[in-house]
């Protein structure tokens, strides 16, 4: 994300822009309890985006538990 945002200077509306220039395919999420897609949507006008599954979301650094 963070080099399309570079390149762009926005993020993709959807993670399938990524392919195949930043990405090769979008993984599925695996955990214990869970199995499923990533929930990802844009923000402010492509600004920001919020990627998340389950009760977690990635802050652009690493992945946080919501509170």
Not at 9 to 23: G, H, R, S
Not at 47 to 62: I, Q, R, V
Request: aromatic share 24%.
């Amino acid at each position: 994300l963070s080099s399309y945002y570079k390149d762009n200077n926005k993020y993709p509306e959807d993670l399938k822009e990524l392919m195949p220039k930043y990405i090769d395919s979008i993984p599925k999420i695996k955990t214990s309890y869970y199995e499923g897609e990533f929930l990802y949507y844009v923000k402010d006008e492509g600004k920001s985006y919020y990627l998340g599954f389950e009760h977690y979301y990635f802050d652009g650094k690493g992945w946080l538990e919501l509170e």
